[in-house]
Structure formats: structure tokens, C-alpha cells
């Protein structure tokens, strides 16, 4: 039998296989001992399509725009469906963050205990 859990509104655990999935399209995305980022689509956006310049960029050097060289904007997306999973606001060359590190462990031996598995 399948157990899954939510995590967030489009990540999901299945408990037994201990995988991350996409809780639009059901797409295994990686293990949940891991980083689920490391199984998604990235897309590295630069920020000043989210946040046009406010001021003529041919007449003043600060827009109200964010400076691609200072913030870019990573975008996650489910590789089967295209739902964008997460995004998060990182300076150039950042890794990327281990946002949701969960103790499976104790996450299964709480929800298969209620299941009677």
C-alpha cells in the first residue's frame, strides 16, 4: 500500500519507496534523505524580468530594479508537469539551500502507525 504525505502544497512523501513527489502529476522526483531541489528543472532567471526598472535605464544607474549582478531568481519546476515547485532569491554562485530536511524515520513510524501498517 502507497502512503503518502504532504509536505507543501505541490511536495508529497511516499513513505515506503522514502520518495519526493510532485503532488500535481505524481512524478518521483528524488529521495527524501535528499534535497528535493536536485531532482527538479531549474530555471536561473535574471530579476529584472520579475522587477522591470522603474526609472529609464538610459538616464539613472539605480532603476529600482534588482542588479543581476548582486540577486538572480531561481525558479524550481516538476520535470513531467511543469509546476513550479519553489523559487527563492539567491546572490550569483549561491548554492542551493536544503530548505525542508524532514526525519523520515520519525515521519513513518508516525503515519504507518496510524495506518495499522
Known amino acids: 500500500m502507497s502512503t503518502r504525505v ?3 502544497e505541490y511536495l508529497e512523501i511516499e513513505l515506503n ?6 503532488r500535481s502529476c505524481g512524478h518521483d522526483i528524488a529521495s527524501a534523505r535528499e534535497n528535493y531541489k ?10 529584472r524580468e520579475i522587477h ?19 540577486c538572480r531568481i531561481v525558479e524550481f519546476y516538476c520535470p513531467s508537469c511543469g509546476t513550479q515547485i519553489e523559487n527563492e532569491y539567491l546572490p550569483p554562485g549561491h548554492p ?3 530548505d525542508i530536511e524532514l526525519d523520515i524515520d520519525k515521519l513513518k513510524q508516525r503515519h504507518l502507525a496510524k495506518e495499522g501498517q
Do not use: N
Open 6 to 8: 504532504a509536505i507543501t
Open 52 to 70: 522591470a526598472p522603474i526609472l529609464d535605464e538610459t538616464k539613472y544607474e539605480f532603476t529600482y530594479a534588482p542588479d543581476p549582478t548582486w
Open 96 to 98: 542551493l539551500t536544503h
Open 17 to 22: 519507496s522514502e520518495r519526493w513527489h510532485c
Open 38 to 47: 536536485t531532482g527538479l528543472l531549474v530555471y536561473d532567471r535574471d530579476p
